[in-house]
């Protein structure tokens, strides 16, 4: 079923690559890459003096075999690049070019998103999803790797989003304190007692910036409609009007 969290996962990803103004009929073929050739491409870093890079080059290779856009390929070899493309990610030891392009490789390989349309591009256009690197994508963030929570929402508009929702529900939701450090003020009375660590990084926090993100983006150009948040020193963020009394409680706690 296709909504508007697909296109809005498409476009959260879309910025990550340039376009290629090519029709899929003028395309020179897409010669079959080996798993060798799509993990050697995966560990090309960024160049500092370049900045911005082609993650195409990067990318491709690895999600044109696990969404098989160039030819079939056996489901061990599959399953293989899929497990070492998790291995990459969870490794804290690679540089963070390296980790970041095997994520983003395994976010495409799950995602329908390249069935809404769009400019095609080489190696990563259609295909079939490899939903495999869905549960990869968990089973990385399970592991303690919290970033990753978007991407596994990225990745399946569907097991994503019920992912996510399920983790917002089961997960503790931290109490009202004091973030001294990030209101830059000391306490005061009537001020709630001091935070133990940052609750936003608490799962709760993470997941519900997630599934709340777009009723508190809306709802801040309305209550700011110029952009500036008017926000005294020393105060928390400022809620924005008319939120949902259980999304406003979710911004008291975590922003």
Known sequence: MKTTLTIAAAAALAGLFPAVAVSAQDRPPVQ??????ALEALEIERDPEVGSYDL????????AILRQTSG?????ELAGLAAKLGEMVADTTLPRDVRRNA????????????NDGGTPRPYNDGGTPYPRAFDILVRVYEGGIDEKLYSIFAADPERGTAYVRDLFERSERPALCFRGEVWGRIPAPGDPPDCVGDPGETPWCRAGGILYKKIVDEAKRRTWPSGVIMQTAGDPQPVPDGLPEHVEDWHRRCL
């Not at 079959?32 to 050739?37: A, D, H, I, S």
């Not at 195409?56 to 999600?63: F, K, L, M, S």
């Not at 079939?72 to 061990?76: H, K, L, T, V, Y």
């Open 32 to 37: 079959q890459p080996t798993v060798k050739e």
């Open 72 to 76: 079939p390929r056996r489901a061990a």
């Open 103 to 114: 994520s983003i490789a395994l976010t495409l390989s799950a995602s329908d998103a390249y």
């Open 56 to 63: 195409n080059v990067r990318i491709g290779p690895a999600v």
